[in-house]
């Protein structure tokens, strides 16, 4: 069964503060891995894919990467409005749906 | 190119009616899918939709059913409800079903009282 497993449950930075947050995985053959911003009230916005291991993809102070067990979502000098949960989700080879993991709740404090 | 609408944003429901929410996709997505959102479960996968046909369903009882039409436009229904139903509804859109990233609605705040 595909798992996703994101840490830490939540995380409290200082702006210009930078950090990483993890999304550790297990699923049969890898399809792709996405990550969300979700903003309390509303529905996920889509951020991310990555494909294969070694992949980087970079959107203005967010990066994530992924390896064959985990992806990270680095965060460089993070500002008040980066505060979100942050979701990842993958999806495996098969006909199978998204399995999201719990989320990462991030607060930036000015 | 407009967003995924959801209609109606906020709902409240007594336990043992019923409840339809809908679900307008991309213009050109022809995959919707419905997640259940709540505090302590996160995001649950509730059924996926392809060309009108249901490709996946998830861990929900009977009482959850969806359909999609030709125009992609898809509905859920929610029947007897009970008050663990309450919870953050939400339709996502892809171009195709597969590997693809999905686009999420704002979502449906459904409260049984």
């Known amino acids: 069964e595909d798992q996703v497993t994101q840490s830490p449950e939540a995380l409290r930075l200082q702006e210009g503060e930078s950090s990483s947050l993890n999304c550790s995985y297990t699923?049969?053959?890898?399809?792709?891995l996405f990550w969300y911003r979700q903003d309390p009230g509303k529905g996920p916005e889509f951020l991310f894919t990555?494909?294969?291991a070694g992949e980087e993809k970079e959107k203005e102070r967010l990066k994530a990467t992924l390896t064959k067990k985990e992806s990270f979502l680095h965060i460089t000098a993070p500002k008040p409005e980066d505060s979100a949960t942050y979701l990842c989700?993958?999806?495996?080879?098969?006909?199978?749906?998204?399995?999201f993991g719990k989320g990462t709740r991030l607060s930036v404090i000015a | 190119k407009a967003g995924v609408t959801q209609t109606p944003r906020y709902l409240i429901k007594t336990r043992g009616q019923q409840v339809t929410l809908s679900c307008s996709p991309i213009?050109?997505?022809?995959?919707v899918s419905w997640y259940q959102q709540t505090p302590g479960q996160g995001l649950q996968f509730l059924f996926e939709?392809?060309?009108?046909?249901?490709?996946n369903k998830g861990n929900f009882p009977g009482r959850f059913s969806g359909r999609q039409f030709s125009n992609s436009r898809s509905e859920m229904n929610v029947s007897t409800l009970e008050l663990g139903d309450s919870a953050l509804y939400l339709c996502?859109?892809?171009?195709?079903?597969?590997?693809?990233?999905?686009?999420f609605g704002p979502g449906t705040r459904l409260t049984v009282t």
């Open positions: 989700a993958v999806r495996n080879s098969g006909n199978t749906p998204l399995v």
């Open positions: 939709y392809f060309s009108e046909t249901q490709r």
């Open positions: 699923v049969s053959g890898l399809r792709g």
């Open positions: 213009s050109g997505h022809r995959s």
């Open positions: 990555l494909y294969s």
């Open positions: 996502a859109s892809s171009p195709f079903t597969g590997g693809y990233e999905q686009y």
